[in-house]
């Protein structure tokens, strides 16, 4: 919940420090005081749309900062977003330049101002007469009535089977058109795998090719090359000859030459392996050339094949492997597509039954819970001076093609302000204050929907009073019991009941707000609320019972 605001150069605001707690809290105070200029301030803390004109005349920049306690839908988007979400309390707070830049931070980390708007809707929510967003936008009336029939997990798991099914139906159409082609292409694909089976190009065999090639070109050379290298190793008269002649003559004499003598028949022993080493290793290699009797010509004619293949298929010659495993499942499909595309359509209408089964049941839930809401709120219109409206809740069905994640319903709130009035939706039947009021009645019977902990009412009673602004009152006060709830108001019958009472005053040109501590502070707002700028005895008196009666 909201638990601080503090606002600094913020039009007629220069410094402001609130603190609030659980239960209801309300904003008092004369016409022209500057009680919207405070909500203003926390809007563009929750993320509002920026005027620099709203810095205070003389000053920099504005800063706002509201804190709110924790809760656990907001710190499952902090950890989505790697902020921390350590601390006891979120801090957002939003820095307004003179030049009309803006900063956002939260908990001291700078974020986007979409972000911190994001974050506002899980923390707060904000009615006015002509703020009535929840209840204007269809989207969110389905939203709200899942909420009350308690089927968000039900939905969350339809949700995930309308995955299945699109997937599903994806597939299916992508086969479908891929088979319109193939069917056209079956021709090429048959020879083109043919020819790749036959090619049979094995990975790195270019590279291979071209190093056996670069030895092919120069085979004479290096055979002659390969044989002198013998001659001069092997044979009378050769390196190799002339090791083990030395070897032997030393041999004989071994045993009057010692240690010393016995180091070099080792040495010499070792360059004759060697020797014998280097000779091996020139036969391998002069045999390697003239391996499988290949020529020259066969090898540039094995290049030419792969190279060709891969211009002609469009790859690398690298690729020509998985090329022909493309074309190979190409002509599969091509020459089974009657058995592949029954299979997909029989996985299409497999998850399409389950989808809609689920969907159904979600269905005959929604129309059940429809009718408890509708009942339960009507009996909180009477009370607000609605007495002779109707509230409906509205499930439809959809039109198989406007199916969706959420499923089959067109689920609206219409209401009908007088009797033998068709219901219609409510921006288009109600006022400004008669929206607020359905609202409010609405909220009343969904007290424990939703995730925003802090509800705030702006002048939500305009235009009403006596018992019709004592039932407001009672109203907000509920909601206040799973709520906090902050409320700017003009009628002295919803003050009485706050738990809190801030007055705002506007002096010299600069707006205050000062919570009134004591009982006799608030008696006597309360009667000033009554009787206008002159308190009299009997408002005081009004007062205390209005406050007796809360």
């Known amino acids: 919940m909201l638990t601080n605001l503090t606002i600094r150069d913020f039009v007629l605001i220069e410094q402001l420090n609130l603190s609030f707690g659980a239960g209801l809290s ?60 350590t601390e006891e309390n979120i801090i957002l707070r939003r820095v307004m330049m003179k030049d009309g830049g803006t900063k956002a931070f939260v908990n001291d980390q700078p974020v986007s101002v979409g972000f911190m708007r994001t974050l506002g809707d899980y923390l707060i929510e904000i009615h006015g007469q002509f703020e009535t967003a929840s209840l204007l936008n269809a989207g969110t009336h389905r939203l709200l009535l899942d909420q009350y ?63 056996k090639r670069e030895r092919l070109k120069h085979r004479g050379a290096l055979l002659e090359a390969i044989e002198a290298a013998r001659g001069s190793l092997n044979g009378d008269g050769a390196a190799d000859s002339n090791i083990y002649q030395a070897l032997r003559t030393l041999q004989r004499q071994e045993a009057k030459m010692g240690e010393a003598g016995a180091q070099i028949i080792t040495q010499l022993d070792n ?58 499942d190409k002509l599969k499909l091509a020459t089974n597509q009657d058995d592949i595309l029954r299979k997909l359509q029989k996985s ?11 969907a159904d049941e979600i269905s005959a839930e929604r129309k059940k819970s429809a009718l408890s809401l509708a009942k339960k709120v009507q009996v909180e219109l009477p009370p607000l001076k609605l007495e002779k409206a109707q509230f409906e809740v509205s499930v439809a069905p959809l039109p198989a093609g406007q199916y969706n994640a959420s499923g089959i319903d067109d689920v609206k709130f219409l209401v009908s302000t007088n009797p033998g009035q068709p219901a219609g939706a409510l921006n288009k039947i109600a006022s400004g204050g008669e929206m607020a009021r359905f609202l409010l009645a609405l909220k009343a019977v969904l007290a424990k929907t939703g995730t925003a902990q802090t509800l705030i009412f702006d002048e939500i009673d305009t235009g009403i009073g006596g018992a019709t602004a004592d039932a407001v009152g009672e109203r907000l006060a509920r909601l206040a019991a799973d709520h906090s709830v902050l409320v700017v108001t003009h009628s002295p019958q919803v003050a009485s009941k706050a738990q809190a009472h801030f007055i705002v005053s506007k002096a010299s040109g600069t707006t205050a707000v000062t919570k009134l501590e004591t009982g006799e502070a608030r008696r006597e707002e309360i009667a000033r609320m009554l009787s206008g700028a002159e308190i009299t005895a009997e408002a005081r008196a009004a007062a205390d019972k209005l406050l007796k009666a809360a």
């Open 348 to 358: 299409v209408t497999e998850a399409e039954a389950v989808y809609i089964k689920k």
């Open 271 to 328: 360059a004759a392996d060697i020797v014998q080493s280097a000779i091996q290793a020139l036969d391998r290699l002069g045999d390697s050339l003239n391996e499988g009797g290949e020529s020259l010509e066969a090898i540039e004619d094995r290049l030419y094949a792969v190279r060709g293949a891969a211009r002609k298929y469009q790859c690398q010659v690298e690729e020509l492997p998985q090329t022909l495993v493309v074309f190979s």
């Open 149 to 211: 029939a308690g089927i968000e997990a039900d939905v969350s798991a339809l949700g995930t089977l309308w995955e299945s099914w699109r997937s599903a139906a994806e597939k299916l159409q992508e086969a479908q058109e891929a088979a319109k082609t193939i069917a056209q292409e079956q021709e090429f694909l048959s020879f083109a795998v043919e020819e790749l089976e036959k090619l049979s190009y094995e990975a790195d065999e270019e590279q291979r090719i071209l190093e």
């Open 26 to 85: 309300v904003l008092t105070g004369e016409t022209g005081a500057g009680k919207s200029i405070l909500l203003d301030a926390l809007s563009l803390a929750l993320g509002g749309r920026a005027d620099s004109t709203q810095v205070r005349k003389g000053a920099a920049q504005s800063v706002i900062t509201a804190t709110f306690s924790m809760q656990k839908e907001a710190k499952a988007l902090l950890q989505e977003q790697g902020l921390d979400e």
